[in-house]
């Protein structure tokens, strides 16, 4: 399936314009088209443009995610506070809260906060670069439809729950660790189903412990139950899938216990055959560098080291050694000229939304 760039001021504005029409307040339309098209800036088509409709449109449109964002603070210390996000843009409630929680840090050293009842709040790593751009260290974590099976088990029960690390450095971009706790997620595979391909052998198990590869069966039999996610290392314990299990239970436990969210298989966003909210649950950590041994120091070192990785002696035929956002940021380079690539069925969805908003101002290279 081939794919047409479009300059990044249009999709900008276009999408920007999309929120508006789905009746997002204008500043919030802005910090959700950030958070959406950060995702294609990286290269991470599986949580970009391609699921704009999918994920946030269909849901505002099926009433099942609020376009007008509550940001309740329930509880608060001078470190911490509690969340409450009413079902709205999850986007929004994770900029707000990772905002809070950097002020917080700017303060006294650390700042968290813990986040019930939100929605699909995008990248990840959005919110782990902004602590890390305001020379913190971020960390956050969500948890998701239920998708990986426990090790030795073949029921989806935990959520892909990415665990992510943002650390500044001296180079030109952070450190960027924004992966989910499953080998694959269900972005990806909605990706997958979108250029036609199956899914690769051993991400995805049924329940009779098989591996599974047509993905569009594979998102139907995910959210019907009949299939599961394989945690990080895979299959059983033998190549280690424990150690990517525990790391989703932690992300599960901090992302419903702090705020006594909802978790497991509460997140299903099905009650009696019907589409209800997702209730999720989010957390975000900003240490400051300032209050250990200060901000330049930080970013010399882990800069050091990362360099020293990278330096090391590789692996015959390999022709490089990369660290977490490295990759990224190439793309960057590689795409701030070009514009964001749109597969045929995102233009087609693309059209359909332009035409149901009556945004006829919008012209696309793919007409």
Known sequence: MSSIFVDWNT?????NDVF?????????????????LESDRLGIESHGVNRFKP?????????????VTVFDVMKQTATTAVVDGHDGMGQVIGYRSMQMAIEKA??????????????????AGYYAIMAAKAGCIGITGTNARPSIAPTLGVENMLGTNPLTF???????????????????????????????????????????????????????????????????????????????????????????ALQTGSYLKMLTGIQDGNKVPYHLGHFFMAIDTEAFMGLE????????????????????????????????????????????????????????IRDELKLYQYRFPFE
């Open 297 to 352: 120091a930080f970013k010399k070192t882990s800069g050091d080291i990362l360099r020293s990785l990278r330096s090391s002696k590789k692996a015959p035929g390999s022709e490089r050694i990369y660290t977490a956002g490295e990759k990224e940021y190439q793309i960057w380079l590689e795409r701030k000229d070009h514009g964001v690539p749109i597969n045929e069925g995102v233009q087609t969805e693309m059209l359909s």
């Open 20 to 36: 508006k029409g789905y009746g997002v307040p204008e500043e919030d339309a802005r910090i959700c088209t950030d958070v959406l």
């Open 11 to 15: 999709m900008e504005c276009f999408v």
């Open 106 to 123: 700017k303060t006294y050293g650390m700042g968290m906060v813990a986040v019930r009842n939100s929605t699909h709040y995008g990248i």
């Open 166 to 256: 943002g650390l500044p450095t001296d180079e030109e971009f952070p450190f960027l660790l924004d992966c989910a706790t499953s080998i694959t997620q269900r972005g990806k595979i909605e990706y997958y189903a979108r250029l036609g391909k199956d899914t690769p052998a051993g991400m995805v198990i049924g329940p009779d412990g098989t591996s599974l590869t047509d993905s569009d069966a594979i998102l139907i039999k995910l959210n019907d139950g009949s299939a599961a996610l394989a945690p990080l290392g895979g299959i059983g314990e033998e190549l280690g899938g424990y150690k990517g299990y525990g790391y989703a239970t932690v992300v599960e436990i901090l992302s419903a």
């Open 55 to 67: 994920i946030y449109l269909d849901r505002i449109k099926a009433g099942i995610q609020n376009p």
